[in-house]
């Protein structure tokens, strides 16, 4: 599972126009993000985009997004390659699901 809806459903009282608002900032987000943590020259830049996507993967219950921040933000430098590719694929899977949700 990509989303826990019921999570979701909790902040938003099942309300789908505040669901799809939230999902469009997710998305926004992850670009915004994913793309920070690729152009991360120094520790502080690379954590504060993956705390940063962690707290809106979290936040809308995409966890297994907000999981695979975790474990970037507390990565080496060295892991950030490849952590970088964690964080991605899970981005990619959670927008694809977001793009199937909102088609709906």
């Not at 390659?81 to 959670?94: H, K, S, T």
Request: proline letters at 3%.
């Amino acid at each position: 599972m990509i989303f826990d809806r019921d999570h979701l459903a909790r902040y938003t009282s099942g309300d789908a126009a505040l669901e799809a608002e939230l999902f469009g900032l997710l998305r926004d987000q992850t670009q915004r993000c994913v793309a920070a943590m690729e152009a991360a020259a120094d520790p502080d830049a690379w954590k504060a985009a993956a705390h940063t996507l962690k707290g809106a993967a979290r936040g809308v219950g995409a966890f297994a997004l907000g999981e695979a921040c975790q474990r970037a933000e507390e990565a080496p430098q060295a892991a950030w390659p490849v952590a970088v590719i964690e964080v991605r694929r899970a981005a990619d899977a959670a927008v694809a699901e977001i793009e199937t949700i909102l088609s709906r």
